[in-house]
């Protein structure tokens, strides 16, 4: 086989992958809009359609948390930056694991994490390099959700 069909086939396999962008879905990406319906939108295709790439163009996308799906691919371009809200009452609480929250940190349950899933399989969450930011709020949240 020549190089040339190899490129040709890197070429098909590439051109028949499912990409979906959450912008197409609704979503602002503005910092400001709750962009958490867009992301769980284009996250329903994947569930349909299994590897699919979930693509998170520039900008600045506030969501609440949100679950990953089997097969799928998170990809943040350069300059995008997923944030968690701030309103404590939309991050849901979870039974702390063995391994995180009960037991080694403090006892009792726990947020769940912004980007989140269980039980998951061939899922990737890729960036395009420092630029491309997941922030969970994590200093907002923490002091005032503490469990006691």
């Not at 040339?4 to 051109?15: E, N």
């Not at 910092?31 to 979930?54: H, K, M, S």
């Not at 006892?107 to 998951?120: A, D, K, M, Y």
Request: some cysteine.
């Amino acid at each position: 086989m020549g190089p040339g069909v190899l490129f040709r086939l890197a070429a098909i396999a590439v051109a028949s992958a499912n990409v979906v962008s959450v912008r197409d879905k609704g979503a602002a990406g503005d910092g400001i809009n709750d962009d958490t319906r867009a992301f769980e939108a284009a996250l329903d295709d994947a569930r349909t359609t299994p590897g699919t790439t979930v693509a998170v163009p520039a900008g600045r996308y506030l969501i609440r948390p949100i679950n990953l799906t089997n097969h799928t691919t998170l990809e943040l371009a350069a300059d995008a930056t997923i944030v968690g809200v701030t309103n404590v009452s939309a991050w849901p609480v979870i039974p702390g694991a063995p391994s995180y929250g009960q037991g080694r940190d403090h006892v009792g349950p726990r947020f769940t994490s912004l980007i989140h899933g269980e039980h998951l399989e061939n899922v990737t969450v890729r960036g395009a390099g420092p630029s491309s930011v997941l922030d969970g709020n994590g200093a907002y949240i923490s002091p005032r959700g503490c469990f006691s």
